[in-house]
């Protein structure tokens, strides 16, 4: 299949370790934030959310930490598996119900 | 209902052909939104409808571009006089308040030649 990302910042982690991936938002005044999934060929999956009166949030193997301060957030991925390997970006809320998405990075989880 | 749906999948066409993508939301999701994404990048915003109504349309990378949501529930997505500069994913997704629950569909490659 297609690649989503030739360039993309590449984080290599052995199956079974933690990844953590982290991203740099531009508005302080978003007040919401989304993690995605993108795999080749497919359109963005949502991973998890969080509103800006928090500071963390813990799906299913997934957390996200949000450094207000520092407009910083991060995806934690626990016991990664070979599935999750995919490109993965985060996004923020803007004008016009639209959001606007950070420069992805590729995870590859290593057998 | 299994989630967004986008047609064509793939889409080569010839430079300065008009081409036509389709998107059908979630069938409650009453917003509807078109991205576009270029290799190595994230999807950027081009425009949303609540309902039949386009709501933004600021961000539409040219007046080649349009898009339309007759009766609101599917929309279409034209590009006219395409160039190669126009070679994309085009991606569609829909929600049903705001941007919370934003579905992304799997998106139209097009490849101008």
């Known amino acids: 299949g297609e690649s989503v990302g030739l360039h993309l910042p590449t984080l290599s982690v052995q199956e079974g370790d933690n990844s953590i991936i982290n991203c740099a938002y531009s508005?302080?005044?978003?007040?919401?934030f989304i993690w995605y999934k993108q795999e080749s060929g497919k359109g963005p999956q949502f991973i998890i959310d969080?509103?800006?009166?928090?500071d963390k949030r813990q799906g299913q193997r997934v957390t996200v930490l949000l450094n207000k301060t520092v407009k910083h957030l991060s995806l934690q991925i626990a016991a990664t598996q070979p599935g999750d390997s995919a490109v993965y970006f985060c996004a923020e809320n803007g004008a016009g119900n639209m959001l606007t998405f950070g420069g992805g990075t590729r995870l590859m989880v290593k057998p | 209902d299994t989630g967004v749906s986008q047609d064509p999948r793939h889409k080569i066409t010839k430079r300065g052909q008009n081409v036509t993508f389709r998107c059908d939301p979630i069938s409650e999701h009453n917003r509807l939104y078109w991205y576009r994404q270029t290799l190595g990048q994230g999807p950027e915003f081009l425009t949303y409808f609540q309902n039949e109504a386009q709501l933004e349309k600021s961000r539409l990378l040219s007046d080649r571009f349009s898009a339309e949501r007759p009766k609101g529930s599917f929309s279409t997505l034209e590009i006219q006089r395409t160039e190669q500069g126009d070679s994309a994913m085009y991606l569609c997704a829909s929600s049903l308040l705001d941007y919370y629950g934003y579905t992304f569909g799997s998106g139209t490659r097009l490849t101008v030649v």
């Open positions: 969080i509103r800006s009166n928090m």
């Open positions: 508005n302080s005044a978003s007040d919401y």
